[in-house]
C-alpha cells in the first residue's frame, strides 16, 4: 500500500507555522519536566533538615554521605563522624524513614490515582474508588480492637485491603454491562459496606483507649514509621510501580475508549487486571504505611497534567514524583505547624481542596 | 477476498436477533457501502468485523484465517475500526491522538519510536490536518477529529478500513471531504467499509452498496442496481427519484414531498411542460427536455 500525502494548497506555509507551534507546544511541558525532577531530591534534603531537634544541616549532609562514601575502598575518602549521636540517632531512626515513606506513599497514591483515572476514563477518580481504603481502614480498626500489635494491624490493613478490592472486582462480574462503570459501582457498594464496618468497630471500640486510636490511624500518619515498616511492602511496590511504568504508553489507549483499544490490538481486560492488581497493591501498600490519605491520588494527575500533559509515558513519572514532592511538603507541614503533629488525612484535604479549586479556575486542566 | 463473511449472526441476548445469514466477500480496493434505517444493525455488524461482537453465527474470514482464531492484536494488523465520533476526557494533541494507532505494531512494554512518530504524521498529511497536529483532540471541530480517528486508523496500517457513519455529525462540506479521503485511500489499495445514512454517499465513493433491512441484507451489489427507488422506498419508507445527473456524470438521489407528482411514472404529459422533468418516451427511455 503506497499512501501519497494529500495535496494542500500552501504547504510551505503551513509547515513554517507547524513548527513554531510545536516549539510552543514542547516549550512548556518541557519546562515542567525539568522542574519536576529537580524538585525532588532538593524536598528530601530540606525535608532532613526540619525537626523540633535542631541538626546542623552539613551534618545531616555528611550523615547522609557517609556511610555510601566509607564504604569506597580505604582510603579515598574517609569523613570523620563530626555529628553527635544524637543528631545521628535522630536523622537514621526518626527522620529518614519518615521522609522515605512520605515519598513512597505520596509517589503511589499519585500514580495508582492516574492509572484509574485513565482506566475509568474519569478525572475525578482517586485510587480508592474500588474500596481499597475502606477495606484497609476496617483491617486496622479490627486489629486495634483486638489489641494486636504494630505489624499486625498493618497485615491487617493490607489484608483487608485487598480483599475489598477482590470482593469488588469479583461483584463487577457477576453483571455484564459496561464493565468499567459496574467496577465503579461495586466499589461504591463494597466501600459503603466496609465503611458501615468501621463505624461498628468504632461503636463497639472503648472510647478512651482504642477508639482514639483508631480514628488517629483513619486520619494518616507518618509519625511512628520504622525502617521494618518500608521493608515489609516495599518489594511488592517496588514490583507494581515497576509494571505500571512498563506498560503506561498503553495506558493512553484506555483512557480514550475501551472498544478503541481493543480495535487498537489490546487486550483491553487482561490489561485492566493489571492495573487494578498493580494500582492496588500500591494503595493498600501506601494505606499500611500511612493509614488513610485522601486528596493526594485525585489531585496530583491533574497537577502532572497541567506540567507534561496527559501522555502517561510523561505523566506517570511526573505523577511519581510530585507525588513525592507533595507529600514531603505534607509531612513538613504536619511536624512544623503546631507541637502536636497535625494528621496527614486532614492537611492534604485542607491545603488539597482549595488548591484544586484555584487550579479548577485556571481552566488549564482540559477537561473542562 | 481480504474479508469474507459467511452466514453471520448475532445478537445481545436470546430475545432479539440483531442480523443473521449476511454473507459477503471484500476485495482489495474495493468500497462496499452498508445502508439501512436506524437501529438495525450496521453499526453492529461493522464492530463484530472489527472483532469487538463474537458472532453468534457463522463465520467472519480474514485472508482465510477465522477471525475467532486470531488474537486482538492480530486483527488491529488487518482490520483498522474508525468508530463515530464520541467524547474524548483527556486532552492528547491530535498527534499523540493518531499515535496510538501504532499500537499493534508495537510490543507490550514498548513506547512509540521516532520510527511511529514518522507514521503517524504520515497519516496526519494523508488526510489534511497538518495545521491541528498539536491542538488537544477536545478542541478541534467534529469534522477534524473524525479525520483524527481516520489518521489513527491509518496508522494502524491497515488492510481493511471499517468506519462506522464516517460523515455523520459532519457539514456538508466535510462529508465530502471525508468521501473523497475514502475514495482516495481505496484508490490507493486499503479496502474499505462504511456505513451510511445517505443513499448518495453510496453513488460518490462506493462500487457495492449493501441495503441491510429486517435483521439482513435486502439487496447487494453495485451501487447503480442496488440502490433503486424501489428498494430505498421499501427501506427508509420515503419516495425518492434516481436521477442521472449529466452536471456531475453519475446518478443522484432525490427526495420526494409527501404526496409529491412524480412526473416520469404518473403522467408524463401532464408534467411534460415543467422544465428539467423527464419525459417517458417509449422507444429510447428517458430523455431530459431542454432548460428553454
Known amino acids: 500500500m503506497t499512501l501519497l500525502p494529500a495535496e494542500t494548497p500552501g504547504t510551505a506555509q503551513r509547515d513554517a507555522g507547524t513548527t513554531a507551534l510545536l516549539r510552543q507546544a514542547i516549550a512548556v511541558p518541557a519546562a515542567g519536566t525539568i522542574l519536576v525532577y529537580c524538585l525532588l531530591p532538593v524536598l528530601f534534603l530540606v525535608s532532613l533538615f526540619i525537626g523540633r531537634y535542631d541538626v546542623v544541616p552539613e551534618h545531616v549532609v555528611l550523615l547522609l554521605v557517609a556511610p555510601v562514601l566509607n564504604l569506597l575502598p580505604a582510603g579515598i575518602i574517609h569523613i570523620e563522624p563530626v555529628w553527635t549521636a544524637a543528631e545521628a540517632n535522630v536523622i537514621y531512626q526518626i527522620r529518614l524513614p519518615r521522609v522515605i515513606a512520605a515519598v513512597l506513599v505520596g509517589a503511589g497514591l499519585s500514580m495508582a490515582g492516574a492509572t484509574y483515572q485513565g482506566l475509568f476514563k474519569n478525572p475525578l477518580v482517586s485510587p480508592d474508588i474500588l474500596g481499597v481504603s475502606s477495606g484497609a481502614g476496617f483491617g486496622a480498626a479490627l486489629a486495634i480492637l483486638l489489641s494486636w500489635n504494630m505489624a499486625m494491624i498493618q497485615v491487617s490493613a493490607f489484608g483487608f485491603g485487598i480483599l475489598a478490592v477482590a470482593i469488588t472486582y469479583l461483584l463487577s462480574r457477576l453483571y455484564r454491562t459496561t464493565p468499567t462503570l459496574i467496577l465503579v459501582l461495586s466499589g461504591i457498594?463494597?466501600?459503603?459496606?466496609?465503611?458501615?464496618?468501621?463505624?461498628?468497630?468504632?461503636?463497639?471500640?472503648?472510647?478512651y483507649e482504642k477508639l482514639p486510636a483508631i480514628t488517629?490511624?483513619?486520619?494518616?500518619?507518618?509519625?511512628?514509621?520504622?525502617?521494618?515498616?518500608?521493608?515489609?511492602?516495599?518489594?511488592?511496590?517496588?514490583?507494581?510501580t515497576f509494571a505500571l511504568l512498563l506498560i503506561r504508553w498503553r495506558i493512553n489507549l484506555l483512557a480514550v475508549g475501551d472498544d478503541e483499544a481493543r480495535a487498537l490490538g489490546i487486550d483491553t481486560k487482561r490489561m485492566a487486571q493489571v492495573i487494578i492488581l498493580c494500582s492496588t497493591l500500591i494503595t493498600a501498600s501506601a494505606v499500611c504505611i500511612a493509614g488513610i490519605i485522601g486528596w493526594v491520588g485525585l489531585i496530583v494527575p491533574h497537577l502532572g497534567r497541567m506540567l507534561v500533559g496527559p501522555d502517561y509515558t510523561r505523566l506517570l513519572p511526573a505523577c511519581l514524583l510530585l507525588g513525592a514532592c507533595y507529600m514531603l511538603v505534607i509531612d513538613d507541614l504536619a511536624r512544623m505547624l503546631t507541637n502536636a503533629e497535625i494528621p496527614l488525612g486532614i492537611l492534604t484535604a485542607i491545603i488539597g481542596a482549595p488548591f484544586f479549586a484555584y487550579l479548577l479556575g485556571k481552566r488549564s486542566v482540559g477537561w473542562i | 477476498m481480504i474479508l469474507e463473511v459467511r452466514q453471520a449472526g448475532f445478537r445481545y441476548d436470546l430475545k432479539r436477533m440483531i442480523f443473521s445469514d449476511i454473507s459477503f466477500g471484500l476485495a482489495k480496493e474495493e468500497v462496499l457501502c452498508i445502508l439501512g434505517p436506524n437501529g438495525i444493525g450496521k453499526s453492529t455488524l461493522i464492530r463484530c468485523l472489527a472483532n469487538l461482537n463474537p458472532l453468534c453465527a457463522g463465520s467472519i474470514r480474514l485472508h482465510d484465517r477465522d477471525i475467532r482464531s486470531l488474537n486482538n492484536r492480530d486483527v488491529a494488523t488487518i482490520v483498522g475500526y474508525v468508530p463515530q465520533a464520541h467524547d474524548i476526557v483527556f486532552p492528547f494533541p491530535v498527534r499523540q491522538f493518531v499515535l496510538m494507532g501504532r499500537a499493534p505494531r508495537l510490543g507490550l512494554f514498548e513506547s512509540p519510536g521516532k520510527d511511529d512518530y514518522g507514521k503517524a504524521d504520515e497519516a496526519i498529511d494523508l488526510v489534511g490536518i497538518g495545521k491541528i497536529r498539536n491542538k488537544p483532540v477536545n478542541e478541534i471541530s467534529g469534522g477534524e477529529f473524525q479525520l483524527a480517528m481516520i489518521a489513527r486508523a491509518l496508522a494502524q496500517e491497515p488492510e481493511v478500513l471499517l468506519l462506522d457513519e464516517p460523515?455523520?455529525?459532519?457539514?456538508?462540506?466535510?462529508?465530502?471531504?471525508?468521501?473523497?479521503?475514502?475514495?482516495?485511500?481505496?484508490?490507493?489499495?486499503?479496502?474499505?467499509?462504511?456505513?451510511?445514512?445517505?443513499p448518495d454517499h453510496a453513488f460518490l465513493s462506493s462500487n457495492n452498496v449493501a441495503i441491510m433491512q429486517h435483521g439482513s441484507f435486502m439487496a447487494y451489489g453495485l451501487a447503480e442496481d442496488v440502490v433503486t427507488e424501489e428498494n430505498l422506498k421499501q427501506t427508509y419508507g420515503v419516495d425518492v427519484s434516481i436521477t442521472y445527473s449529466r452536471d456531475v456524470d453519475r446518478h443522484v438521489c432525490v427526495p420526494h414531498r409527501h404526496g409529491q407528482c412524480r412526473c416520469h411514472d404518473r403522467y408524463p404529459a401532464e408534467c411534460a411542460g415543467q422544465t428539467g422533468c423527464p419525459v417517458l418516451q417509449p422507444d429510447n427511455g428517458l430523455t431530459f427536455q431542454n432548460d428553454n
Not at chain 1, 225 to 234: A, E, F, G, P, T
Not at chain 2, 175 to 180: A, H, T
Request: glycine share 6%; charged share 15%.
Open chain 1, 189 to 207: 457498594i463494597v466501600g459503603a459496606f466496609f465503611t458501615a464496618l468501621i463505624s461498628l468497630t468504632k461503636y463497639v471500640a472503648d472510647p
Open chain 1, 216 to 240: 488517629f490511624w483513619l486520619m494518616g500518619s507518618l509519625a511512628s514509621v520504622r525502617y521494618s515498616d518500608i521493608v515489609l511492602v516495599v518489594p511488592l511496590f517496588l514490583l507494581a
Open chain 2, 167 to 198: 460523515t455523520s455529525h459532519l457539514d456538508f462540506g466535510n462529508q465530502i471531504r471525508v468521501l473523497e479521503i475514502i475514495s482516495r485511500l481505496a484508490e490507493d489499495g486499503l479496502s474499505v467499509i462504511m456505513s451510511s445514512h445517505f
